[in-house]
């Protein structure tokens, strides 16, 4: 087991005023890791990772109940791409992630209706972008 670090840190002054900030999250009994580079074709909703419920269910899904981290890098250095959770059913959240820039989970639910009353447990993270993009996709589970 070890323990997972991930720091945040933007450095900037402002009229001689810092504004900088640093954040650490520590994620503690973290037992497998999972980091590969994806690439994802154009125009194309391509799901890069499943999740289930239920041990054994779905071959190479992981357990929702274990994922604790997720990192998405889109590595392409000009063009945006969309980044979401996706339930299967009628709910799923997605976002721009910029040229260069990650987006991070701590959690695999999500909620794509307007009442946002309850969070859903996801069946899938996908990814879309508008020209064929290369990925770097970081998962840590207990």
Do not use: W
Request: proline fraction near 1%; charge should be negative.
């Amino acid at each position: 087991m070890a323990t997972l670090k991930v720091k945040i840190q933007e450095d900037i002054i402002l009229d001689n005023q810092n504004y900088g900030s640093k954040r650490t999250l520590e994620i503690g009994s973290i037992t497998d890791i999972i980091k590969r580079i994806v690439t994802v074709p154009a125009s194309t909703d391509t799901t890069v990772l499943m999740f289930t419920s239920t041990t054994g269910v779905v071959d190479g899904a992981l357990d929702i109940e274990l994922v604790k981290y997720i990192r998405v890098t889109n590595l392409d250095g000009t063009a945006a791409l969309q980044v979401g959770l996706d339930d299967g059913a009628s709910d799923a959240a997605y976002t721009s992630v910029a040229a260069n820039s990650s987006i991070m989970y701590t959690g695999v639910t999500c909620e794509g209706g307007n009442d946002g009353t309850t969070l859903d447990d996801a069946t899938a993270l996908k990814v879309k972008g508008i020209a064929d993009h290369q990925i770097e996709v970081f998962i840590a589970s207990v």
